[in-house]
């Protein structure tokens, strides 16, 4: 079967960077939202399409999948794969990540897909975590690390009990130890106030992610 849109879908669930495709799946972020780490004058490209998704909206599998597969008859973007992003975190909504990805699997059994997820990482059994996600194809995971010290990540990203620094030390860890993932990136954001090297040599030394990205705080 292939899903294609039929009627116009809510704003918000489609963006795109450049001839990447982003699906959001959710408002809600456990502890700070990684948007709102960017600084308070950052905002999405105009030219993302990127916005909120409508309050008390949960996207479904066969939505998200007819957006994408509409989308992808464009040769406007790369047919390869797509991020599980938003404004909130994709791991809150597990089931309908899981099931999207493998729904467009299943209606593009001809391409080699890629699919990704950004999150905080502030969620506890990692490893069942990384089981789900690789068994769905799901194998680039980009973490929001930002700090590389218990006191100043706890005091800046706001995790909720009983997440801390360590529950995403440990998230990214194992991640990076699980056979079924093929790319861990750990970021920082580069507000001022953060060591960015010693994040760095934390992330790629002590927690072994295959990369590590600057991001530009916007004051």
Known sequence: ?????TSPL???LIYHLGRSLYVSLTNTSVGLPLLLSRGPSFVMPESSNFSKLPDGYSPKPDQIVSAVNQLWTSDEFDDTGVTFAGAGDP???LDTLISS???LKSTNPSKSLT???NTNGLFLSPSSLASSLSSASITQVTVALNYATPSEYDSNMSPPEPTSFKTVCEFIEAFVEHDGIDKVTATCVDNGRV???RVRSFAVDDLGVDEFKVRTYFG
């Open 1 to 5: 079967m292939i899903y294609l849109a």
């Open 10 to 12: 809510p704003p918000g």
């Open 91 to 93: 791991l809150l909504e």
């Open 101 to 103: 990805a493998n729904l």
């Open 115 to 117: 699919f990704r997820v």
């Open 195 to 197: 060591d960015v090297e």
